[in-house]
């Protein structure tokens, strides 16, 4: 980046997994040093849930109200500004974005729309799943991309169950992307039903039938395949339907269409599938996008046509050197882009030279509810390539979460939180009976 003066205005749109640990991170670096550049955090929701665990709000095995940390009070402790607002367009001459005006439920203007000033901006507004234009799919089914969408699923799931419940009828669900949130979304609701069914909900669990959708030959296509195949054994003993190679054509209220011509019964319908940016990506004031939105980024996560403007995680495309494919939207990819820019920002904001982005593959992880949890390792380290599973594959998973909310609270507080979570385990019902 060539500034004449350092560069004082840091905004970052988007307080996600990215997001949400840069302005923690540099935020308490920067409170204690004089004229270090402000922070401005910009989220269009008033509070954060750690995106890998919205299937578990979602199924309702966790309460949302014990997982989120609201934005205002994470920037009083951390030392950044937090704007409420929707991130709709931009002006790079200017070096102004825009965001929208936000509204309650009933229509009442709550943000009006207005423009913030940048030096330096970074985009972290992550990704939502991809229907591909499939027909139906907008209208009938449900989403779990946000964290008000996977609370909105659970307030359906709840009014189902009841139904089904008294009124003795059946519930049909089905799922369609046999990737991770697909694949621990099923496994988290069987883990629902039984818990309610031992608080007494009798013949609910025989009512319920949940069926999991991939278009392509296995779930889990990131993965290796022997994991692949004992997820799917392991699903089916759980009562799950598994079914792969197998198109959804169209959606409609009471079934999924299939390109067989078959259709699939199912009264509630998720779908997550495929992954990209948001729609007002693939035109921001000239920025290069890929035809998933998402922004295409260089070595130094800067956006190819604006070297003030970053963009990391599932928003972003890098092609690392000598790689035939961008990296994968991960909750790790996005997570190594954070550290690196924690330490790349303020080097670049006083005009010093940095050095290039290089990801490291740590493996992958996935959990099945209670029931059991697989990983692999990645290409670095001794054992490139091992699978493992069960206890082991669990705590690293519990522990994906605990090292994100100690890099956000910090290590005492983190602490904390992961004690107090110890103790609601113990004291509360495991899951939403409200
Ligand atoms: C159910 C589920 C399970 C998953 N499990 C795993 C897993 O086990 N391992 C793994 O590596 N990955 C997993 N992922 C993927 C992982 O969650 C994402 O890769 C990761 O969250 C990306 O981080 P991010 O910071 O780019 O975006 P996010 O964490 O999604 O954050 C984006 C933020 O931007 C905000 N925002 C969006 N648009 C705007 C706008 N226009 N204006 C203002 N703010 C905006 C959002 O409110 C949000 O706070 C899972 C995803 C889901 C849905």
């Known amino acids: 980046m060539a500034h004449s003066e350092p560069a004082k205005r840091l905004v970052i749109v988007g307080g996600g ?29 008033a509070a954060h849930v750690w995106k ?45 974005i825009r965001l929208a005006a ?41 989403n779990i991309d946000s964290r008000r969408q996977a609370d909105a699923f659970n307030g359906e799931v709840r009014i189902r169950l009841l139904q089904s419940l008294t009124q003795e009828t059946p519930l049909h669900i089905a799922i369609v992307g046999g990737g991770a949130t697909g694949v ?38 990131g993965f290796p395949e022997d994991i692949s195949s004992a997820t799917r054994t392991r699903l089916e003993a759980l009562g799950i339907r598994v079914l792969t190679d197998a198109q959804v054509s169209a959606a409609t209220g009471e079934a999924f269409v299939m390109a067989s011509g078959e259709e699939l019964k199912a009264t509630l319908k998720v779908w997550a599938a495929g992954v990209k940016g948001p ?3 693939s035109d921001l004031d000239g920025l290069e996008a890929n035809r998933n939105n998402q922004l295409v980024v260089g ?40 550290k690196y820019l924690i330490e790349a920002l303020p080097r670049a904001m006083r005009g010093q030279p940095v050095r290039d982005f290089r990801y490291r593959d ?56 992961w004690l107090v979570d110890r103790l609601n385990s113990r004291v509360r019902a495991p899951i939403r009976l409200d």
């Open 17 to 45: 997994v990215a997001g949400l640990e840069i302005a923690s991170t540099l935020g308490r670096q920067w409170r204690r040093q004089d004229g270090a550049p402000s922070i401005t955090l910009v989220d269009r929701e």
């Open 362 to 417: 740590m493996g992958a992880l996935v959990s099945l509810a209670d029931y059991d949890a697989f990983g692999s390792l990645g290409q670095f380290g001794l054992f490139n390539g091992t699978t493992f599973r069960g206890r082991l594959a669990q705590v690293s998973h519990v522990m994906l979460y605990r090292s994100h909310q100690a890099r956000i609270h910090g290590f005492w507080k983190g602490g904390l939180l």
């Open 102 to 142: 936000q509204h309650a439920p009933d229509g009442r203007l709550l943000v009006p729309k207005s423009r913030l000033g940048y030096d330096v901006l970074v985009l972290a507004t992550g990704s939502q799943a991809n229907d591909f234009g499939t027909p139906g799919v907008a209208e009938h089914c449900w």
């Open 184 to 221: 621990e979304l099923a496994a988290e609701l069987v883990q629902m039903v039984e818990a309610v069914t031992a608080y007494g909900a009798r013949g609910l669990y025989e009512r319920i039938d949940i069926t999991l959708v991939e278009a392509g030959p296995r779930l889990l296509a």
């Open 52 to 96: 890998p665990m919205l299937h578990t709000i979602a199924a309702g095995t966790r309460d949302i109200s014990q997982q989120q940390t609201t934005y205002l009070a994470q920037a009083r402790d951390a030392g950044f500004s937090y704007r409420p607002g929707e991130l709709c367009g931009l002006d790079r001459e200017a070096r102004e």
């Open 299 to 338: 070595p130094t996560l800067q956006t190819t046509r604006d070297p003030a403007i970053y963009a990391l995680g599932d928003c972003a495309s890098l092609t690392p050197a000598g790689a035939d494919r961008a990296l994968a939207p991960t909750a790790q990819v996005a997570h190594q882009q954070a």
């Open 279 to 281: 729609e007002f990506l």
